[in-house]
T-cell receptor
């Protein structure tokens, strides 16, 4: 089945220790997104890639970076995690941008704990 | 500044009855609306969507209604089943791109 895969499902890191979350997709979609979701809140978009073009949301902290080495993979790097970065991180994809391709398909998420 | 709001944080309904979830938005540039379902420890699953050129879209037990003048949409689930117990998010996007703005979610409990 075509899908969005996130590894690991649970990640524990220490305060200030860099951490990388990974996402892969077998849908061959052009667009990949990273969201942060804190408990009982709506998912918040951090950034997205349209093919190789990176688009950062204006309020995404500099501490968060992303890489997309190829169509299938996308990484979220948190350079110096703080306690406030503990959250569920969701990866999503969509086939294209714009009309007729608005649906986004989500992975299961990675729950990040910062100690 | 919450552009998409789900004012009911929770909803309890008997199995077999109708579940009605509501969502309001403020941004008139939104022209596409989606509903997602989320189980604990899983990512949101796409359920159904509607374009602003329509006022109704139906898919099996799920129907979404859009009232543009009121900036309001609703999701009807008929009949409700215990497996429908989850958190439901409405989301909206504008013509400028695919960015989704999510509501805060409504937790649905379907009682057997």
């Amino acid at each position: 089945d075509a899908m969005v895969i996130q590894n690991p499902r649970y990640q524990v890191t220490q305060f200030g220790k860099p951490v990388t979350l990974s996402c892969s997709q077998t849908l061959n979609h052009n667009v990949m997104y990273w969201y942060q979701q804190k408990s009982s809140q709506a998912p918040k978009l951090l950034f997205h890639y349209y093919d190789k073009d990176f688009n950062n949301e204006a309020d995404t902290p500099d501490n968060f970076q992303s890489r997309r080495p190829n169509t299938s993979f996308c990484f979220l790097d948190i350079r110096s995690p703080g306690l406030g970065d503990a959250a569920m991180y969701l990866c999503a994809t969509s086939r294209e941008m714009g009309q007729g391709a608005r649906e986004q398909y989500f992975g299961p998420g990675t729950r990040l704990t910062v100690t | 500044d919450q552009q998409v709001k789900q004012n009911s944080p929770s909803l309890s309904v008997q199995e077999g009855r109708i579940s009605i979830l509501n969502c309001d938005y403020t941004n008139s540039m939104f022209d596409y609306f989606l509903w997602y379902k989320k189980y604990p420890a899983e990512g949101p699953t796409f359920l159904i969507s509607i374009s602003s050129i329509k006022d109704k879209n139906e898919d099996g037990r799920f129907t979404v209604f859009l009232n543009k003048s009121a900036k309001h949409l609703s999701l009807h689930i008929v009949p409700s089943q215990p497996g429908d117990s989850a958190v439901y998010f409405c989301a909206a996007s504008g013509a400028a791109g695919n960015k989704l703005t999510f509501g805060g979610g409504t937790r649905v409990l379907v009682k057997p």
